[in-house]
Each structure stands twice: as C-alpha cells, then as structure tokens.
C-alpha cells in the first residue's frame, strides 16, 4: 500500500528536457514494479516506461532513446527524464506502482507535461 506523488511537470519548448519524479509514501516500495503512463485528452491512457527494483526497463517504442526511468530505493522515489520532448508527449503524466503478491496498484494524480511547437 503505496501513495504516490507526482511532481516536475510544466510548459517546455519542443526539443527541450524535463524530468519528472514520483515519490512515494508507505510501505513497500522496493517490491512494486513502478511505471509512468501518460494520457492525453480524449485518448487512453499508455504505457510510457516500467522499471523494476533491480532496475530492468520497459519503454514505450515511442519514447525509447528520448526518455529514461530510474529509481531510488533508499528515497522511494521514482524519477522520468525527458529529452528531445515533442509536441506529441503533451499529456497527464501518471506514475504507477503494481505487484503481484500480494496483488496491489496504486496511481497519483498526475503532473502536466505541455510541450510547445
């Protein structure tokens, strides 16, 4: 049982860096797998990356090479770096943390990302 925090969003220009973090309350952090989704309007929300606590990474096709995900275990936090930001990453960007055992998700309430053309 996690609470999550999202904070670092803001108006950036295309082709510029943000970074965002997720820090986290309660117990537990270092056994959920912790993700970053974004959603737009009027569109679902996706998968953006997931990491594990030994560090493996997932990304999305659309960002891989342009975004990293970390984390830091001792702070429970869980950061996004953005570069070479494009219009199209404009979106609520909301962190996840999900395991399995026993079976649990959490979300925060989202950060604004807007990137400018």
């Known amino acids: 049982q996690v609470q999550l925090v999202e904070s670092g969003g803001g108006l950036v220009q295309a082709g510029g860096s943000l970074r965002l973090s997720c820090a986290t309350t309660g117990s537990g952090f270092s056994g959920y797998i912790m993700g970053w989704y974004r959603q737009a309007p009027g569109k679902q929300r996706d998968l953006v990356a997931t990491i594990t606590s030994s560090g493996t990474t997932n990304y999305a096709d659309s960002v891989k090479g342009r975004f990293t995900i970390s984390r830091d275990n001792a702070k429970n936090t869980v950061y996004l770096q953005m570069n070479s930001l494009k219009p199209e990453d404009t979106a609520v960007y909301y962190c996840?943390?999900?395991?399995?055992?026993?079976?649990?998700?959490?979300w925060g309430q989202g950060t604004q990302v807007t990137v400018s053309s």
């Open positions: 996840n943390a999900a395991r399995t055992y026993p079976r649990a998700t959490s």
